[in-house]
């Protein structure tokens, strides 16, 4: 069970890694919300490596222009923790605090476009 981007496993796993609640679009005539097809997920390290920054970063750079990942993150509403592979995701440009004694604080990284028809 770990992080994945096309099948290539994160170099350290996240400190704190969840999916991001979707604002509500608009209500129907029955009185229900009406939600975005599309959901996000985020991860967050306190500190990170070199390595694990660079890692990063080459994430957002490989795909940036073609646009689509596979990620494997945890299922959304299982009931225990499995991971579950995300087709068609986008990456976004990583978010890095300072450089302190060697290593990037307060790192995020968001995967956005994460179908709702895939969940179970």
């Known amino acids: 069970m770990t992080y994945k981007i096309n099948g290539q496993a994160f170099v350290i796993q996240p400190s704190v890694a969840k999916w991001i609640e979707p604002s509500v679009l608009d209500i129907d005539g029955n009185g229900h919300p009406i939600y975005p097809a599309v ?3 985020e991860m ?3 500190n990170l490596n070199p390595s694990g920054t ?3 970063y ?3 750079r490989a795909l940036h222009i073609t646009g689509s990942a596979v990620v494997e993150l945890p299922q959304f509403g299982a009931n225990s923790y499995t991971f ?3 087709t ?3 990456v976004y440009l ?3 605090g300072n450089f302190f004694v060697g290593q990037t604080l307060d790192v995020r990284l ?3 476009k994460i179908r709702y028809d895939t969940f179970s």
């Open 39 to 41: 959901t996000n997920f």
């Open 44 to 46: 967050e390290w306190q």
């Open 54 to 56: 660079f890692q990063l």
């Open 58 to 60: 080459e994430f957002f």
């Open 84 to 86: 579950y592979a995300y």
């Open 88 to 90: 068609g995701c986008v």
């Open 94 to 96: 990583p978010r890095f």
């Open 110 to 112: 968001t995967i956005s």
